[in-house]
C-alpha cells in the first residue's frame, strides 16, 4: 500500500507563489505515474501536472507556463512550483500516485488565491 503526504499550501495574494510538496511512502511500485490534480468548490477533480510513468509531463493548459512539477526520484517526492497564481487557482490540491497495481490520493492540501 502506498501513502501519499502533502504539504505545502496556504494563503496567497494573487500574483504570488507557493510550492507543495508529495512525498511517497510504503509498496511503491516500480512503474507508476504521479502528479497534482485540484478540485474547486462545486467543480470535478482536474489533472494539474504529472509525471507519466514514462518520464514525460503533462499540464493542463490553464497552467502551462505558470506551474513546473518536478521530482526527487531517489526520496520518492514530487513538487509543484506554482508562480503567478490566479484566484482561479484556489482549490484542494491532491497528489496521485497510479501503477497497474492501483491508485493513491493524498489527503489534499488547501490553496486559496486572494484577489
Known amino acids: 500500500q502506498v501513502q501519499l503526504v502533502e504539504s505545502g499550501g496556504g494563503l496567497v495574494q494573487a500574483g504570488g507563489s507557493l510550492r507543495l510538496s508529495c512525498a511517497a511512502s510504503?509498496?511503491?511500485?516500480?512503474?507508476?505515474?504521479m502528479g497534482w490534480y485540484r478540485q474547486a468548490p462545486g467543480k470535478q477533480r482536474e489533472l494539474v501536472a504529472r509525471?507519466?510513468?514514462?518520464?514525460?509531463?503533462n499540464y493542463a493548459d490553464s497552467v502551462k507556463g505558470r506551474f513546473t512539477i518536478s521530482r526527487d526520484s531517489a526520496k520518492n517526492t514530487v513538487l509543484l512550483q506554482m508562480n503567478s497564481l490566479k484566484p482561479e487557482d484556489t482549490a484542494v490540491y491532491y497528489c496521485n500516485l497510479a501503477s497497474p497495481y492501483g491508485t493513491a490520493w493524498g489527503q489534499g492540501t488547501q490553496v486559496t488565491v486572494s484577489s
Open positions: 510504503g509498496s511503491i511500485p516500480s512503474i507508476y505515474a
Open positions: 509525471f507519466t510513468s514514462g518520464g514525460s509531463t
